[in-house]
């Protein structure tokens, strides 16, 4: 059953009141990685219960306690669980967001502000969080402003799960989500989580497999302090050395994770499985143009995205301690941190990586003879997740899709992680669907972050439509 | 010839002052390597300027033009030029200092303020430029002093000649002294530079050879834009696992430099030149007090002395453009800019070692295979120096050490480089003196940088008392 059309009017007719939303939340810098803007991210948490409660939904702030960051001790922001609706005849669906998002600075290179919306020509809204993840929670928004204002009953029970420290390995929300699988999210039948992308630019998708993380901090120590490389250059061993050599041994030129064991848990595709990834709506120039280079790994398309969806990624990130500045420094760096993560598929999983990952790194190390100390971290970590995609709730969202968009989604797996995603889906017993707003090319975690003007206002509509093809299964009796 | 008796006097009873002066030229945070405090290092030079004009010193501010510095153009900090005296009887000395600083931050460790000086109860005065290098210039100011306000004329001429772009390559400096050499220097009969360490902690130094600089920055650039490492990790080319992997071919653990001829053009040590070492006022335990960790590379005194002096050295420093911040950002670095140097000796040059540098990294980089791009820059780079320790200029400084410190001074060579030393050296065709005030522990580029009060106090006393043996030189008709 398609949404009213007066939803759909509405919609259209709002675009720039639902802009100017996404402005005010943009410009809340919730960055949950960075100790000094937690109070933002808890601002930002006040902010979104408002918004629920304005439209008739009960909420519930919860306090998820504390936790070490940087050697601080600091409250976590506290999760969002809210209700409307209390129909035993229709379906309840479970929608998840976050309205944490990454660190963004200027500096890193963006063109504008990152905590300014700014609404280019093309309709390009760009800001940080607008795509991830702050974007898709406000089409739930939107969603709910309509039937509040026309006092329209939803099609559905609603249960929301907002959290913010999902940049941040979701720090206490698994927790949450266990303690409240019998309270307030039993009535759950589904869960819907809009928090990733389109595969490219053009056709809508569905997401039914995520990849996992495993996310560690490698630290090498030795000097007391920063030293002047005239000095003790060529005296003593030196941190950076040592973490460059460790660092430059986990990950080829071409993307084979170098520590051994861990590629070697997922199995090749076979013809039929290859097929899938040569038959979707996607190409070499996709990824290029998503980079902004041509820099693709391979020529070959199916290549290329089994790279991205079903095999293992290992990224490095950079290195805390180090100099970053621009200009010339002759310094010894005393303590440096590297970083890295490696993006997991099935049948890896964190407990199973972690310790090739480990005792590897240990053993290099131990070869090189050095003073110094490491010390290696598992800052956080996911399990990868994928289900089952003929269930009636990706039946709802794919008619939902060809009702906005005309056209068939592309049912998907993800690169990225959204530990939570799992923890829904085993906690609850529930079909977790991953309903996606934003493009291939948002640059989410990326400089200049945007979420096109037609998506968001698709994608309201999309997301309302949704919840009606649900509560249509239902009337239906399935 | 001892300086006077009031003189020592003077300074042991104004040591709060002469510290009072200090704190007021560490805060000015004029630190020549960051685009965004060159206003300060401009203030920096006037301050100075106005200081010298105080007591008597006739100076001259030049302009040495703009230069470009991560993009932008920038005005170079004004040199100052100085005279007092003009009695043909007597010898003219040129006194070399920079009043630019290390960039400095307390979020690199520092345990107070950088930019505020600290007296500590052991006598430490801790702040950035304490030490490298505005204690020593302050200590030429002191000495001035005492000279204008008793109206005592100095033993020698004095030439000053102090920059503020050390700790960035001396811009503009060389063609400053090569103009000047027949214009503002042509008197000068010797050079004095203050701009290093003892050695020790215990035993004063005089320093005849420095080892020269090159220091590179490689940038390794692709994507367009920062990257979500779950969306294209293991579809494109990363530029940080090339970066890292040339990094990592560049020194061994244990400090050998793996570029090849570049380690290969410094002739060993033999028994004569090691016994050198051997008999230097030193240990593995002052290095690895200075360094604050048990990380020497050897367990032999000699050969981790000749790392320091005799031997090039290369050091990673860090890299711009990638996550550098605390937390966990999946981020996959759109242009990461790699920092190392090699610390030269002779007869490796500049000219001599950048090509094989440029070609050893080229053809690493082209083994990987990556659709990346590499670009190699020479930041800036010094020749190596070692001059004649016999000459007069060091004898004066010998009998000078003797009457301070009652004991002989350590003849040493540096590991660090003061590039504008052979600038001297080579246009004026004068013996050039490296007079150290500050101690091997100092941390002179580094966190928690100090001088002590004892070495600010002895040292403008050693500073004055050298010019007095100078003088003395010229008196008995050297």
């Known amino acids: 059953m398609p949404a009213p059309p007066e939803f759909i009017k509405f919609v259209d007719n709002n675009s720039s ?4 939303r996404l402005r005010a939340a943009v410009a809340i810098p919730s ?3 960075d100790p000094s803007f937690r109070p933002r991210v808890i601002e930002m948490s006040n902010w979104l219960n408002g918004q629920l409660q304005q439209y008739g939904v009960t909420t519930k702030q919860v306090d998820l306690g504390t936790h070490v960051m940087d050697g601080q001790t600091l409250p976590l ?3 969002i669980l809210g209700r409307i609706g209390d129909d035993k005849s229709k379906k309840t669906v479970l929608l998840y967001g976050h309205f944490d ?3 963004a600075a200027k500096s890193d290179g963006w063109d504008t502000d990152p905590f300014v919306l700014v609404e280019e020509k093309d309709g390009r809204l760009v800001g940080r969080g607008s795509t991830d993840d702050k974007g898709p929670i406000l089409g739930w928004l939107n969603v709910l402003q309509w039937h509040h204002e026309t006092k329209t009953p939803l099609p559905v029970n609603l249960l929301f799960c907002f959290e913010g420290m999902e940049e941040n390995g979701s720090e206490g929300l698994d927790e949450l989500v266990i303690k409240e699988k019998d309270g307030w999210f039993k009535d759950a039948d589904c869960v819907c989580i809009s928090d990733n992308y389109w595969l490219n630019t053009r056709t809508p998708a569905l997401t039914y497999g995520l990849r996992g993380l495993v996310y560690f901090k ?5 000097p007391g302090r920063d030293l002047h490389s005239g000095v003790f250059g ?7 050395t040592d973490l460059i050599s460790i660092m430059s041994k986990l990950v080829s030129p071409t993307g084979e994770i170098l520590i051994p064991g861990v590629d070697d848990m997922v199995k090749a595709a076979d013809m039929e499985e290859r097929a899938i990834y040569e038959q979707l709506n996607y190409s070499i120039e996709d990824v290029e143009s998503g980079a902004g280079g041509k820099i693709a790994l391979s020529d070959d398309k199916a290549t290329v995205l089994m790279g991205r969806m079903r095999l293992p990624s290992l990224s490095l990130h950079g290195i805390e301690g180090a100099f970053y500045g621009p200009g010339a420094k002759t310094v010894i760096p005393a303590k440096v941190s590297g970083k890295f993560s490696i993006r997991l598929v099935p049948p890896q999983t964190p407990d199973s990586v972690e310790p090739l990952v480990k005792s590897y790194i240990q053993s290099e190390f131990d070869k090189l003879g050095s003073k110094n100390t490491l010390e290696i971290e598992l800052l956080h970590s996911g399990k990868p997740w994928v289900t089952d995609y003929k269930h009636w709730n990706f039946a709802a969202a794919i008619t939902a899709t060809e009702e906005i968009y005309k056209t068939k989604p592309d049912l998907t797996r993800e690169g990225g992680s959204i530990p939570v995603t799992l923890t829904f889906a085993e906690a609850l017993g529930a079909n977790v669907l991953l309903l996606p707003m934003g493009r291939g090319d948002d640059g989410a975690h990326s400089t200049n972050e945007k979420l096109d003007k037609s998506n968001f206002i698709e994608g309201t509509k999309l997301l309302g439509t949704y919840l009606y093809e649900v509560g249509a299964i239902k009337a239906e009796g399935k």
């Open 218 to 222: 490698l630290n090498v120590t030795g």
């Open 17 to 20: 009141a639902f802009i100017e």
């Open 77 to 79: 922001p506290p999760a």
């Open 101 to 103: 998002v990454q660190p």
């Open 234 to 240: 060529r005296t003593v061993h030196e941190p950076m």
């Open 31 to 33: 960055v949950s990685g």
